[in-house]
């Protein structure tokens, strides 16, 4: 009975040790990075990081008859592995998220 619990030990350490991450995680620098919050509510960013992700969006207050609400609009965009870009451009509002994705 004691080398069947050793195997099943061994395996065991070994299922560990392989779902461990592998490689560590690299640290991606931020270019640059912007933020604008005015009294207003209406608020603007965008970054851009090192390894090819480019962020923006602005959005604002909006009275739509006698409610309030908010709108933004922006992009996100990377290169996927393949080298392609992934670009998606966005407009929220009172008709909801309108997304609109590009791959070139």
């Given at each position: 009975?004691q080398?069947?619990?050793?195997?099943?030990?061994?395996?065991?350490?070994?299922?560990?040790?392989?779902?461990?991450?592998?490689?560590?995680?690299?640290?991606?620098?931020?270019?640059?990075?912007?933020?604008?919050?005015?009294?207003?509510?209406?608020?603007?960013f965008?970054?851009?990081?090192?390894?090819?992700?480019?962020?923006?969006e602005?959005?604002?207050q909006?009275?739509?008859?006698?409610?309030?609400?908010?709108?933004?609009?922006?992009?996100?965009?990377?290169?996927?592995?393949?080298?392609?870009t992934v670009?998606?451009?966005?407009?929220?509002?009172?008709r909801?998220?309108?997304p609109?994705?590009?791959?070139?």
């Amino acid at each position: 009975m004691q080398p069947i619990f050793a195997i099943a030990l061994f395996a065991a350490l070994v299922a560990i040790a392989s779902s461990a991450p592998q490689g560590g995680n690299t640290p991606v620098p931020i270019l640059s990075s912007e933020f604008d919050q005015k009294e207003d509510g209406s608020y603007s960013f965008s970054y851009e990081t090192g390894d090819g992700i480019k962020r923006s969006e602005a959005g604002a207050q909006k009275k739509i008859g006698e409610e309030s609400g908010s709108t933004s609009n922006g992009s996100i965009s990377w290169k996927t592995p393949e080298g392609k870009t992934v670009t998606i451009t966005f407009v929220a509002d009172e008709r909801g998220f309108q997304p609109k994705v590009t791959v070139s």
